[in-house]
């Protein structure tokens, strides 16, 4: 493989450096050189000591509130649970009723909170089924059509069901709502009718309530290429922090008469001490935070230490300055547009073309690093998203200094698909 400078880490803040990714480069090298069998294409890597450094920062920013990990944004058990081993991160905020099953069932997790409505009747049946899992994982709703389901599912309200309600935590500034469609319940009194449903209903137990503030937590604030538009979000986000917290307070006082909350949920890996700093919420969710995809890297408020990256080798030298390497075309979900594609990440200086992108099965790379590419070199992405690259893989190589200490299943390895 040719040689590119590696220099010590850059220290200040910001992005990390073109040394921090050569340096990288070299680690991932290295541990694929010295590791005891070849590895198949692509190689999926979480480096652990990135991965173990943003989870202390994320329990540093949280400031004693506990943090929820979003599973969604991680999606391999083995890291899941390292996450969760630590003091200040408890709980899992899942993604499907089925995945929080598995996680109960597997002994993963026993605090789960589902973040998102099912309609999912078989996974709800067995919810139902279990007084173990019923108690274990709570249901997310904001309609009374998903209160209706569960006893659609059931004969008798024997196990009780835990329920958390989703609040909309969006901003509502000159007629608009800015923020994600989600919850229809943004006023108390739309709060206060769900949340006297619940408690009308015989087995079925109000425990929760969460807030979403994805317009804070989701939207990168600094971004460099971006600066008036960072300040316009910035002034976004501040407009909507304010908001909220008197409307969740008046919310929260007004469920109080209702039911004893066991928690109140917010915030995601980007808002995690705004979030914190609201005294109606007891934890926040987080899950990005510990992976750093391309669209966290522009935050103000944490630095990002990427820990997530894929490998494909390079297979073609079709011209001076292009290397077209096998596969690279995971693309992520959400608006369609470039900061949505993978990013070729080590060496520093390819990119991906215009006229290609990034393809399914093969992807051109260009840039001065190219020519010092050989067939069977390996060059290293990271994806927009967290967790979603793990829908392609099946195991996952843990990275510690420069040696794959471990292999760990994703879901999909695991044979799960949710
Ligand atoms: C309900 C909810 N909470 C929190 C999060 C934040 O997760 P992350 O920290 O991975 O951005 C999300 C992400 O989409 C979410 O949907």
Same mark, same amino acid.
Request: a neutral charge; proline letters at 7%.
């Given at each position: 493989?040719?040689?590119?400078?590696?220099?010590?880490?850059?220290?200040?803040?910001?992005?990390?450096?073109?040394?921090?990714?050569?340096?990288?480069?070299?680690?991932?090298?290295?541990?694929?050189?010295?590791?005891?069998?070849?590895?198949?294409?692509?190689?999926?890597?979480?480096?652990?000591?990135?991965?173990?450094?943003?989870?202390?920062?994320?329990?540093?920013?949280?400031?004693?509130?506990?943090?929820?990990?979003?599973?969604?944004?991680?999606? %391999?058990? !083995? *890291?899941?649970?390292?996450?969760? @081993? /630590?003091? #200040?991160?408890?709980? &899992?905020? +899942?993604? $499907?009723?089925?995945?929080?099953?598995?996680?109960?069932?597997?002994?993963?997790?026993?605090?789960?909170?589902?973040?998102?409505?099912?309609?999912?009747?078989?996974?709800?049946?067995?919810?139902?089924?279990?007084?173990?899992?019923?108690?274990?994982?709570?249901?997310?709703?904001?309609?009374?059509?998903?209160?209706?389901?569960?006893?659609?599912?059931?004969?008798?309200?024997?196990?009780?069901?835990?329920?958390?309600?989703?609040?909309?935590?969006?901003?509502?500034?000159?007629?608009?709502?800015?923020?994600?469609?989600?919850?229809?319940?943004?006023?108390?009194?739309? %709060?206060? !009718? *769900?949340?006297?449903?619940?408690? @009308? /209903?015989? #087995?079925?137990?109000? &425990?929760? +309530?969460? $807030?979403?503030?994805?317009?804070?937590?989701?939207?990168?604030?600094?971004?460099?290429?971006?600066?008036?538009?960072?300040?316009?979000?910035?002034?976004?986000?501040?407009?909507?922090?304010?908001?909220?917290?008197?409307?969740?307070?008046?919310?929260?006082?007004?469920?109080?008469?209702?039911?004893?909350?066991?928690?109140?949920?917010?915030?995601?890996?980007?808002?995690?001490?705004?979030?914190?700093?609201?005294?109606?919420?007891?934890?926040?969710?987080?899950?990005?935070?510990?992976?750093?995809?391309?669209?966290?890297?522009?935050?103000?408020?944490?630095?990002?230490?990427?820990? !997530?990256?894929?490998?494909?080798?390079?297979? /073609?030298?079709?011209?001076?300055? &292009?290397?077209?390497?096998?596969?690279?075309?995971?693309?992520?979900?959400?608006?369609?547009?470039?900061?949505?594609?993978?990013?070729?990440?080590?060496?520093?200086?390819?990119?991906?073309?215009?006229?290609?992108?990034?393809?399914?099965?093969?992807?051109?790379?260009?840039?001065?690093?190219?020519?010092?590419?050989?067939?069977?070199?390996?060059?290293?992405?990271?994806?927009?998203?967290?967790?979603?690259?793990?829908?392609?893989?099946?195991?996952?190589?843990?990275?510690?200094?420069?040696?794959?200490?471990?292999?760990?299943?994703?879901?999909?390895?695991?044979?799960?698909?949710?």
């Amino acid at each position: 493989m040719g040689r590119l400078p590696v220099g010590s880490r850059a220290s200040g803040s910001g992005s990390p450096s073109v040394s921090d990714r050569n340096l990288l480069w070299a680690r991932l090298d290295q541990a694929v050189q010295e590791h005891d069998a070849p590895l198949p294409t692509p190689v999926f890597v979480v480096d652990l000591d990135a991965f173990d450094a943003n989870a202390t920062d994320l329990v540093r920013r949280a400031a004693g509130t506990p943090i929820r990990l979003a599973s969604k944004s991680v999606r %391999v058990p !083995a *890291l899941i649970t390292r996450a969760l @081993a /630590r003091d #200040g991160i408890q709980g &899992v905020l +899942a993604y $499907t009723l089925r995945e929080a099953l598995w996680l109960h069932a597997n002994g993963v997790c026993d605090d789960i909170v589902v973040a998102y409505p099912t309609v999912d009747r078989r996974a709800l049946a067995e919810l139902v089924a279990s007084p173990s899992a019923a108690a274990a994982i709570t249901i997310m709703v904001d309609d009374v059509a998903h209160l209706d389901l569960v006893d659609a599912v059931r004969s008798s309200p024997a196990v009780p069901v835990r329920v958390a309600i989703d609040v909309d935590a969006g901003l509502r500034v000159a007629g608009q709502h800015v923020g994600p469609k989600r919850s229809p319940l943004h006023d108390t009194a739309a %709060v206060v !009718a *769900l949340a006297r449903a619940i408690v @009308a /209903r015989e #087995g079925l137990r109000l &425990v929760g +309530a969460m $807030t979403y503030e994805g317009q804070v937590a989701g939207l990168p604030d600094s971004v460099p290429t971006a600066r008036s538009r960072s300040m316009v979000v910035r002034r976004l986000k501040a407009l909507s922090l304010t908001q909220l917290a008197v409307r969740r307070r008046e919310i929260a006082d007004a469920l109080h008469e209702l039911a004893d909350l066991e928690f109140w949920n917010a915030g995601g890996s980007g808002s995690v001490e705004d979030s914190a700093a609201d005294p109606v919420v007891t934890e926040v969710a987080a899950g990005s935070g510990l992976l750093v995809p391309t669209l966290f890297d522009h935050y103000r408020s944490f630095r990002p230490v990427p820990a !997530a990256f894929f490998g494909v080798p390079v297979t /073609r030298r079709p011209a001076p300055g &292009v290397a077209t390497v096998h596969g690279g075309g995971l693309v992520a979900s959400g608006p369609a547009g470039p900061d949505r594609l993978p990013t070729p990440w080590a060496p520093a200086g390819l990119r991906l073309t215009g006229l290609e992108g990034a393809g399914e099965v093969q992807t051109p790379l260009s840039g001065s690093p190219a020519d010092q590419l050989q067939i069977g070199d390996l060059v290293w992405f990271r994806h927009a998203k967290s967790g979603e690259p793990f829908e392609h893989a099946t195991t996952v190589q843990l990275l510690s200094g420069s040696r794959f200490v471990d292999a760990a299943p994703s879901y999909r390895g695991c044979g799960q698909a949710f």
